[in-house]
Nanobody
Framework: QVRLEESGGALVQPGGSLRLSCAVS????????IGWFRQAPGKERELVAS???????NYADSVTSRCTISKDNAKNMMYLQMNDPKPEDAAVYYC????????????WGKGTQVTVSG
């Protein structure tokens, strides 16, 4: 079992910045991929960014120049730095962990709300 807890969601003004955090705990596999997804009202959940255990990163085209995903293995933390947020970035942001080795189990956090307005 792996538990994920997001934090850092807030009301942010366009052009500002925001850092989301995800605390990962439990039976963590060394070979994994963790990432951020988001879901806006009426829309499907979509990938924002992901990072593998060997630090390979992947970004959605819509955020690639504005977001940075990172992790601190010693603290079992993952972060998403978002710069210049836009109204279309408003959503609930979820942390997801997936084992890359068998069994390929995946876990989700409960989400944190990001609102972009101002």
């Amino acid at each position: 079992q792996v538990r994920l807890e997001e934090s850092g969601g807030a009301l942010v003004q366009p052009g500002g910045s925001l850092r989301l955090s995800c605390a990962v705990s439990g039976n963590i596999c060394r070979n994994n991929v963790i990432g951020w997804f988001r879901q806006a009202p009426g829309k499907e959940r979509e990938l924002v960014a992901s990072i593998t255990s060997d630090s390979s990163t992947n970004y959605a085209d819509s955020v690639t120049s504005r977001c940075t995903i990172s992790k601190d293995n010693a603290k079992n933390m993952m972060y998403l730095q978002m710069n210049d947020p836009k109204p279309e970035d408003a959503a609930v942001y979820y942390c997801r962990y997936e084992r890359r080795a068998w069994p390929h189990l995946a876990y989700w956090g409960k989400g944190t709300q990001v609102t972009v307005s101002g």
